[in-house]
Each structure stands twice: as structure tokens, then as C-alpha cells.
């Protein structure tokens, strides 16, 4: 069954430094997503990408982050400058084309952030 | 934006009961139900979804209820098993097409004590 893979399963990271967290979102797929849970919180929107940009973001999703689909293959998400409320696991996931209407988010397995 | 408020937040009990998650959502244009289940260390999974067209679906021990007038929706688990435990989280989603912005619930922790 196809699966969304994300990279790395968990990094750990000095506050100030970037971070580049990577996904594989489903070949087919054309809507991907970044959602994060921070420990013991509920998993929260933070941007939706299609068509090469940004069609929506939360406002958790502020100027220190950054979507990117660098290829046919990979979506992106960088963290320019970490801070410490910054740690939390981080959620890719997608969706299908329009059309089919089927609704189902696919999410990866998380890759779990640690700002010191 | 949506709000979707769940509980109960903790929810133990014992092989071969039911358990029953209650969920809230604010926003009247919400048309797209899903849930998930969580597993340790491993992200959302979806286990059932209802659509506002739609008050009931059932797949096989799970249930689902949609009062859209009250904007409250249900899942219903029956004749829970050990690996019925996971974290159990709602959703609303105004989406169209393939899009879908979900807002989840917080969360409800369900033990399942063989």
C-alpha cells in the first residue's frame, strides 16, 4: 500500500539553527500538508501546498518557515531559525487530485524535533 | 476558523465493552468527518470518516453519527479489543475535492484493559 515516508524520524537541534524536515508524500497525490503536535497537544494545520505553492498556512506558519517541493518527489519543510517551542513532531501528509472527492489525509509517521 | 472540541480526554475500559468519543465543531460550512487513530509513534491513520450528507456509517465495530443542526458527531466502538488501544483523535474539514484543512480534536486516550 503506498505510504507517505518522512526524514528524519527524529532530529535534535541547537536553538538558532535550520532544520530541513523531508517527506515523500504518495506519487499520485497533488495536495501536501505540514501539520505538528506538540507533547500532549492536539495536531495542528500548519500549511497546505499545491501546484507549486502555498494555498493556505496557519498562523503558527510564520516567516521562519518555508515549504518547498525542490523535485517530483519531495516536500519540504524548513525551520530557518529553531526555537525552542519549536520542538514537537511534525506530520506530513496528502491528498488526491480534485475531483475524486475522497477526502482522506495520508500522514507519514512523523519526524520528531528536539530544539536544546 | 473551526474549533472542534472532543472528550473525554482519558477513556479506560474493559475487552468487550463499547466506548463512545463526543465531538463538537463550530463551523456550520464543516461537510468532511473524519477520525484517527494514533498509534505510539506513529502519526494519524484514518479509521472512518462521514460526510454531512450523511447522519450514520458503521464499518464493522465502529460507528459514526453526524447531528449537524447540534454540530455534534460520535464515534462509537464496539466490543473493544487490547488493540482498540491508541489515541483517538476527531476532525472537521471544510474541503472540497482532494483539499481537505483539518482541524482535530484534542484527543482522547482510549485503554482497553483485557
Known amino acids: 500500500e503506498p505510504e507517505v515516508t518522512q526524514t528524519p524520524s527524529h532530529q535534535v537541534t541547537q536553538m538558532g539553527q535550520e532544520v530541513i524536515l523531508r517527506c515523500v508524500p504518495i506519487?499520485?497525490?497533488?495536495?501536501f500538508y505540514w501539520y505538528r503536535q506538540i507533547l500532549g497537544q492536539k495536531v495542528e494545520f500548519l500549511v497546505s501546498?499545491?501546484?507549486?505553492?502555498?494555498?493556505?498556512k496557519s498562523e503558527i506558519f510564520d516567516d521562519q518557515f518555508s515549504v518547498e517541493r525542490p523535485d517530483g518527489s519531495n516536500f519540504t519543510l524548513k525551520i530557518r531559525s529553531t526555537k525552542l517551542e519549536d520542538s514537537a513532531m511534525y506530520f506530513c501528509?496528502?491528498?488526491?487530485?480534485?475531483?475524486?472527492?475522497?477526502?482522506?489525509?495520508?500522514f507519514g509517521e512523523g519526524s520528531r524535533l528536539t530544539v536544546l | 476558523g473551526e474549533n472542534v472540541e472532543q472528550h473525554p480526554s482519558t477513556l479506560s475500559v474493559q475487552e468487550g465493552d463499547s466506548a463512545v468519543i463526543k465531538c463538537t465543531y463550530s463551523d456550520s460550512a464543516s461537510n468532511y468527518f473524519p477520525w484517527y487513530k494514533q498509534e505510539l509513534g506513529k502519526g494519524p491513520q484514518l479509521i472512518i470518516d462521514?460526510?454531512?450528507?450523511?447522519g450514520e456509517k458503521k464499518d464493522q465495530r465502529i460507528a459514526v453519527t453526524l447531528n449537524k443542526t447540534a454540530k455534534h458527531f460520535s464515534l462509537h466502538i464496539t466490543e473493544t479489543q487490547p488493540e482498540d488501544s491508541a489515541v483517538y483523535f476527531c476532525?472537521?474539514?471544510?474541503?472540497?475535492?482532494?483539499?481537505?484543512?483539518?482541524?482535530f480534536g484534542i484527543g482522547t486516550k482510549l485503554q482497553v484493559i483485557p
Open positions: 506519487s499520485n497525490h497533488l495536495y
Open positions: 462521514i460526510r454531512s450528507n450523511v
Open positions: 501528509a496528502s491528498s488526491e487530485q480534485p475531483g475524486l472527492n475522497t477526502g482522506e489525509l495520508f
Open positions: 476532525a472537521a474539514s471544510e474541503g472540497s475535492g482532494g483539499y481537505q484543512k483539518v482541524t
Open positions: 501546498f499545491y501546484n507549486n505553492e502555498i494555498s493556505e
